[in-house]
């Protein structure tokens, strides 16, 4: 007799291995998002419960001189892949100035924190925005998506976290459908173009190659896992975790760019 996997039981997995986190136990990190949702409505809910208990967790780990480093290490890995979406050429030193703005928020008593340790993920992301903003006034450029003085995604107002990474108009009740419909066919085109600046960006990252090639093979020339794995040198499985990963890598870049959800992060 099989046993069918829980929603969250698949999101810590997936979030385990997408960002190499161990810092909680499976059976705790399976357990407690059922105190914060007992029933997700799909995927994405579920994904946010298992975000939000692991958001605690680095919260208290990053205090914790026990854990400290573990903790900023994963911390470091949750961050990375956003800012290499973000800027490739920037990702490496933007990540590591984020890591120090975090750990000074602790350490510095005049310093903005994260009053909330569900937000500490948004708050880091915060933070990462903050030292791109400094990298990039620092080469000489503009860079208007937020400002150093602003509070971090750590704050909520009026009950609710702040969205600010981007500001579409989605289409709601009010909008007519033709203006629905115009809304659509535009979408199409900027979800076209963040497509294929992800797969550059990723492309350009020498150990998501065969990534992206397995996505090409898969989607674009509708190879079968054996053909790929045969081209590929690589087992059937192999292939199958190739995709996955970028996958993965694709959908994390892509929240980044496109007025859609953040991934649905805490």
């Given at each position: 007799?099989?046993?069918?996997i829980?929603?969250?039981?698949?999101?810590?997995?997936?979030?385990?291995?997408?960002?190499?986190?161990?810092?909680l136990?499976?059976?705790?990190?399976?357990?407690?998002?059922?105190?914060?949702?007992?029933?997700?409505?799909?995927e994405?809910?579920?994904?946010?419960?298992?975000?939000?208990?692991?958001?605690?967790?680095?919260?208290?780990?990053?205090?914790?001189?026990?854990?400290?480093?573990?903790?900023?290490?994963?911390?470091?890995?949750?961050?990375y892949?956003?800012?290499?979406?973000?800027?490739?050429?920037?990702?490496?030193?933007?990540?590591?100035?984020?890591?120090?703005?975090v750990?000074?928020?602790?350490?510095?008593?005049?310093?903005?924190?994260?009053?909330?340790?569900?937000?500490?993920?948004?708050?880091?992301?915060?933070?990462?925005?903050?030292?791109?903003?400094?990298?990039?006034?620092?080469?000489?450029?503009?860079?208007?998506?937020?400002?150093?003085?602003?509070?971090?995604?750590?704050?909520?107002?009026?009950?609710?976290?702040?969205?600010?990474?981007?500001?579409?108009?989605?289409?709601?009740?009010?909008?007519?459908n033709?203006?629905?419909?115009?809304?659509?066919?535009?979408?199409?085109?900027?979800?076209?173009?963040?497509?294929?600046?992800?797969?550059?960006?990723?492309?350009?990252?020498?150990?998501?190659?065969?990534?992206?090639?397995?996505?090409?093979?898969?989607?674009?020339?509708r190879?079968?896992?054996?053909?790929?794995?045969?081209?590929?040198?690589?087992?059937?499985?192999?292939?199958?975790?190739?995709?996955?990963?970028?996958?993965?890598?694709?959908?994390?870049?892509?929240?980044?760019?496109?007025?859609?959800?953040?991934?649905?992060e805490?």
């Open positions: 007799m099989t046993t069918s829980t929603p969250f039981q698949q999101q810590t997995r997936r979030l385990a291995a997408q960002y190499h986190w161990g810092l136990t499976e059976s705790a990190w399976i357990a407690a998002p059922w105190q914060i949702n007992p029933e997700p409505e799909d994405r809910a579920a994904r946010r419960a298992c975000l939000t208990v692991y958001s605690r967790v680095l919260y208290d780990a990053c205090q914790d001189r026990r854990r400290q480093d573990q903790a900023y290490r994963e911390l470091y890995d949750y961050l892949p956003q800012a290499l979406a973000r800027d490739a050429g920037l990702a490496y030193e933007a990540t590591q100035d984020a890591i120090v703005l750990f000074r928020s602790f350490a510095e008593p005049k310093l903005k924190k994260c009053r909330i340790p569900e937000a500490f993920l948004f708050f880091a992301q915060g933070k990462l925005r903050d030292a791109f903003t400094r990298l990039i006034q620092k080469h000489g450029g503009k860079d208007d998506t937020v400002s150093i003085e602003e509070p971090g995604d750590g704050d909520q107002e009026d009950g609710r976290y702040r969205y600010d990474l981007c500001d579409p108009r989605t289409p709601g009740s009010e909008i007519e033709d203006e629905r419909e115009a809304w659509i066919k535009a979408m199409i085109l900027v979800v076209a173009e963040a497509v294929l600046h992800c797969l550059q960006t990723l492309w350009r990252e020498y150990r998501l190659r065969r990534q992206v090639e397995t996505l090409a093979l898969t989607f674009m020339d190879m079968a896992d054996e053909r790929i794995a045969a081209r590929l040198r690589k087992t059937k499985g192999a292939v199958q975790l190739l995709r996955t990963h970028a996958l993965d890598n694709l959908r994390t870049c892509l929240d980044l760019r496109l007025p859609l959800s953040w991934g649905e805490p």
